[in-house]
């Protein structure tokens, strides 16, 4: 029987130990795009979940009355339409705020900023990254036990009152996730994002 040194066994065990080390890491990528229907939804779901936590300290004095809603937001105007849509309608049914589109006729302003509308996607676990091989993209992976998050992210911080003297409310988040396990030949969902 041959036996092999120590030095030897080292030798080959310390390039898998250092393959091992780097697959065991996590790996985030923002989504730029809405095209599919789970990250349509956990962006919708996500601003739903954003307009119902408006807190009703800094609304329900205003109920019956006019309020102009202005929105700021980087990029996306689709999307920020979608938010203010549903954030007037959150005012409409929950506070008694009529929504109007003048200055001039608003007993109330509000200047709402989103500080984000849109997806992540996180990987946190083991895989061997493929992304250095040629042909590959850049994100090319191949699952040995991962957890993957699939989150929509809604943000605001938001002045509401009357012009010049408004209240900036606190920053409001909601996320709403879609998380899958990933093993090497198959992804199993973990939980669902439908709401029934």
Not at 65 to 72: A, P
Request: glycine share 6%; hydrophobic share 45%.
């Amino acid at each position: 029987m041959k036996y092999e040194s120590r030095s030897s066994i080292a030798t080959r065990a310390v390039p898998a130990l250092v393959l091992l080390l780097l697959s065991a890491c996590a790996a985030r990528q923002v989504q730029d795009s809405l095209a599919g229907s789970t990250a349509q939804k956990l962006v919708t779901y996500s601003i739903d979940d954003l307009a119902a936590a408006l807190p009703e300290a800094h609304f329900e004095t205003w109920a019956g009355k006019t309020m102009l809603l202005n929105s700021s937001f980087p990029a996306g105007d689709a999307v920020r339409a979608y938010a203010d849509t549903r954030l007037s309608l959150e005012l409409e049914r929950r506070f008694d705020i009529e929504v109007v589109g003048d200055a001039d006729t608003a007993d109330a302003v509000l200047n709402v900023f989103y500080t984000s509308l849109g997806t992540d996607r996180d990987t946190r676990g083991f895989f061997l990254p493929l992304g250095f091989v040629p042909g590959m993209e850049a994100d090319m992976r191949i699952n040995l036990l991962t957890l993957e998050q699939f989150q929509g992210v809604a943000e605001l911080y938001y002045f509401v009152g009357e012009t010049g003297t408004e209240t900036r409310g606190r920053v409001i988040q909601a996320r709403t996730r879609s998380d899958a396990l990933g093993l090497p030949v198959i992804t199993i969902p973990i939980n669902t994002i439908s709401r029934d």
